[in-house]
Nanobody
Framework: QVHLVESGGGLVQAGGSLRLSCAAS????????MGWFRQAPGLEREFVAA????????VYADSVRGRFTISRDNAENTSYLQMNSLKPEDTAVYYC?????????????????WGQGTMVTVSS
């Protein structure tokens, strides 16, 4: 069992930055692909980014490529999502997830473990 806890959400003006963190319990190390998803009110959960077990393979949604950067520290069992040039349409609850699947899999249903989510609000 893996327990994930996100932090770093908040309120920021358009153009600003936030850094989300996802701390995993136990010695998960490089065992899982780590992903970030988001869900805005009334919309389905959508893929944001994923990083492979070794940290070198990174996949991004088109809507965030060039603005967001995903990374991981396997020694600290933590993954990160650096979000720059934020836009009001980035407003959502952001979820960290861990799974055994491919880094290229954007389907949230393929991930096994989830955090509780952290709210990100971008004001115009």
């Amino acid at each position: 069992q893996v327990h994930l806890v996100e932090s770093g959400g908040g309120l920021v003006q358009a153009g600003g930055s936030l850094r989300l963190s996802c701390a995993a319990s136990g010695r998960t190390g490089s065992r899982y692909t780590m992903g970030w998803f988001r869900q805005a009110p009334g919309l389905e959960r959508e893929f944001v980014a994923a990083v492979g077990r070794g940290g070198s393979t990174k996949v991004y949604a088109d809507s965030v490529r060039g603005r967001f950067t995903i990374s991981r520290d396997n020694a600290e069992n933590t993954s990160y999502l650096q979000m720059n040039s934020l836009k009001p349409e980035d407003t959502a609850v952001y979820y960290c997830a861990a799974g055994d699947g491919s880094t290229w899999n954007r389907n949230w249903r393929e991930y096994d473990y989830w955090g509780q989510g952290t709210m990100v609000t971008v004001s115009s």
